[in-house]
């Protein structure tokens, strides 16, 4: 199939790409800077350069390419603020960059759309031990900042399920772990000394490496359903304590700093919700069972090679 991608060099759009180009695939790669242009050539794609916030511009850079299926990876995660706010640029592209992209498909004529959730639109609360399914109520608000990351999956899904004449398909990932997420970016903040551990008990997720996550996006695009969605996890929750232990031995920095959780959720509200607040476990038996997809790394020691 021929496919167009936005967020094409984000931490999962690089193995997107190669995963993609290894199962005989044509991507069209959107980009916003041209500086960027080798990174996707490298991998087999044609770099396009269009700003998924800028309709007009997109529909103008799309004109005369026509691809099967559209893609929606993008994000604005490099370089997050201490405190989310409803203009948060990831939010805005998750509810009018789908707006966005679901009519740049129309451009190109894809019948297909696949775009990126997350596990967090199950609640940002402590959901105990049972496990979570897609059976699961999603979008559950509970009166907290994590809320307008729920609002922004449910807002994606809702567009993608309902456009006329588009098979939508909406993949909630786990927390990504690999090069360019989470484990870098918190392996960064621990070499710098800065307290990301909050003192005592800490929330339970699930996690996903970036390359299970992009065979799982091609396994979708190639086998989902029209109108689901599938919760692309790895096989092991683990607290956050026990993720950043684990990351530093991985990177080998220095133990995470504990830091009070009262202070947590004063300088970063959102990771106060996330770490310390909420607790999840999910099941990717849907995914295994219709898409045919497990993950190669089973967990995150699994993944980092931590033994």
């Not at 004529?109 to 696949?114: D, I, K, L, P, Q």
């Not at 567009?159 to 990932?173: H, K, M, P, S």
């Not at 133990?255 to 990771?271: D, E, F, S």
Request: hydrophobic share 45%.
């Amino acid at each position: 199939m021929r496919v167009l991608l936005a967020g094409a060099t984000g931490a999962i759009g690089l193995p997107l790409l190669s995963a993609l180009a290894g199962s005989g695939h044509e991507v069209i790669a959107l980009i916003r800077h041209p500086a960027k242009r080798r990174l996707v050539v490298d991998r087999g794609a044609f770099p396009v350069i269009a700003d998924v916030m800028d309709r007009d511009g997109l529909l103008r850079a799309v004109e005369g390419h026509r691809a099967d299926v559209v893609m929606h990876q993008a994000t604005a995660l490099r370089k997050p603020g201490l405190r989310l706010r409803p203009d948060d640029p990831t939010i805005a592209l998750r509810d009018r960059g789908t707006a966005h992209l679901l009519e740049a498909s129309r451009v190109v004529g894809a019948r297909r759309f696949v775009t990126q959730s997350l596990i967090t639109g199950y609640g940002y609360r402590d959901h105990g031990t049972r496990v979570l399914t897609e059976n699961d109520v999603f979008g559950l608000r509970v009166g907290n900042v994590g809320d307008l990351v729920t609002d922004s999956s449910v807002a994606t899904e809702r567009q993608v399920f309902d456009a006329d004449g588009i098979e939508g398909i909406a993949l909630r990932y786990g927390m990504f772990y690999g090069r360019n997420a989470f484990s870098d970016m918190f392996a960064d903040l621990m070499r710098r000394r800065a307290p990301v551990l909050p003192r005592g008990r800490t929330g339970t997720t699930s996690f996903v490496h970036v390359e299970d996550a992009a065979a799982a996006t091609v396994a979708a695009m190639e086998h989902g359903g029209a109108g689901e969605a599938y919760n692309i996890v790895d096989d092991r929750p683990m607290s956050w304590r026990d993720f950043l232990t684990t990351v530093a031995r991985a990177h080998g920095t220095p133990r995470p700093v504990v830091t009070p959780r009262w202070l947590v959720r004063l300088a970063v509200p959102y990771l106060g919700c996330l770490l310390i607040d909420t607790t999840m476990r999910v099941s990717h038996a849907k995914a295994t069972r219709d898409l045919g997809w497990t993950p190669v790394h089973r967990s995150v020691s699994d993944g980092l090679k931590v033994r």
